[in-house]
C-alpha cells in the first residue's frame, strides 16, 4: 500500500510547481478520498492544497476544476485554483505526489449549515446561475439520454455480485449473520415469486378482462391489494 505525501513532500512539490515555499503547512479540512493541507505564504496568503491518493483518475479530477473555474468565470463563488506555473495544468503530478492548489476562504459558509431565512434566496439565485452557465458550456447544453446510458445495469450487477462475494468470505458467523443471510435469502425469494405472480397476472389480464371486462378487474384488484399487505402485518421483528 503506497504512503500518503507526507508535508516535506507537498513542500518541494510546491516549490517545484507553484514557485513558493510555504511559511507554513498544516493540516487542512478532511476529504473523503484526498488529504488535504492548509498552505500560508509569507505574506499572508493562504492555498488549500488538495492531494490526490495514487491511481486516482487525474483526468476526470482535473476536468472537474475546469469545470469549477468556468462556472467561476461566470460569477459562481468557487474558490479559483492557481495553475502550476510548469506547465498551467490544474493539477501539478510529480513522483508519488499529485496535487492541485486553490484560494482558502476564510469563514465560508455552506448549504452544509442549514437553510433558513436570506438563505434559501441566496442560494437559489446561486443555482439558477450556476445552470444558466453550464446550459452554455461547450458540452451542453443538458439533454435526455437512455437509462442505460446513465446506469449501466450489467456493470452494476457485476459489482453488486463481488461485493457480496467479499463480504460472504469475510462475514463472521454470530446468531445475527446467520439471521442476515436467512433474510436476505428469503428476501430474494419473495421478490422472485412476487416478479413470477406479476408475470402470471400480466398474461391472464388480457383474457380475464375480455371475459369479465375492465370495470370488474380494476375493483377486484382494489380489493385484493391489501391482502397483500398481510405478510408484513404477520412478520416478527426478528431478532434485536
Not at 446561486?126 to 446513465?150: D, E, S, W
Not at 458467523?173 to 419473495?190: I, L, N, P
Not at 380494476?218 to 405478510?231: E, F, M
Amino acid at each position: 500500500m503506497t504512503s500518503p505525501p507526507t508535508a516535506p513532500d507537498v513542500t518541494e512539490a510546491l516549490v517545484s510547481h507553484y514557485g513558493f515555499t510555504p511559511a507554513s503547512l498544516g493540516e487542512g479540512p478532511s476529504g473523503t478520498a484526498t488529504r488535504n493541507y492548509l498552505a500560508e505564504e509569507g505574506d499572508g496568503r493562504r492555498w488549500f492544497v488538495k492531494t490526490y491518493a495514487v491511481g486516482t483518475d487525474l483526468a476526470a479530477e482535473e476536468q472537474a476544476l475546469a469545470l469549477g473555474e468556468y462556472a467561476r468565470r461566470a460569477g459562481v463563488p468557487v474558490p479559483a485554483v492557481r495553475p502550476s506555473l510548469t506547465d498551467g495544468r490544474l493539477i501539478a503530478a510529480t513522483g508519488s505526489v499529485s496535487l492541485s492548489v486553490s484560494e482558502w476562504v476564510e469563514d465560508a459558509e455552506t448549504a452544509e449549515g442549514g437553510l433558513f431565512g436570506d438563505r434559501w434566496a441566496a442560494v437559489g439565485a446561486l443555482l439558477g446561475r450556476l445552470h444558466h452557465t453550464l446550459a452554455h458550456h461547450p458540452v451542453g447544453p443538458p439533454h435526455l439520454v437512455p437509462a442505460r446510458q446513465v446506469c449501466d445495469v450489467e456493470r452494476a450487477e457485476r459489482r453488486l455480485c463481488r461485493l457480496l462475494s467479499r463480504w460472504t468470505a469475510t462475514a463472521t458467523d454470530t446468531e445475527f449473520d446467520r439471521w442476515a443471510r436467512q433474510t436476505a435469502t428469503v428476501f430474494a425469494v419473495v421478490l422472485g415469486l412476487g416478479a413470477l405472480g406479476a408475470a402470471a397476472g400480466a398474461l391472464t389480464a388480457p383474457a380475464l378482462a375480455r371475459r369479465y371486462g375492465p370495470g370488474p378487474m380494476v375493483l377486484t384488484a382494489l380489493a385484493v391489494t391489501p391482502l397483500t399487505q398481510l405478510p408484513l402485518l404477520l412478520a416478527s421483528p426478528g431478532l434485536t
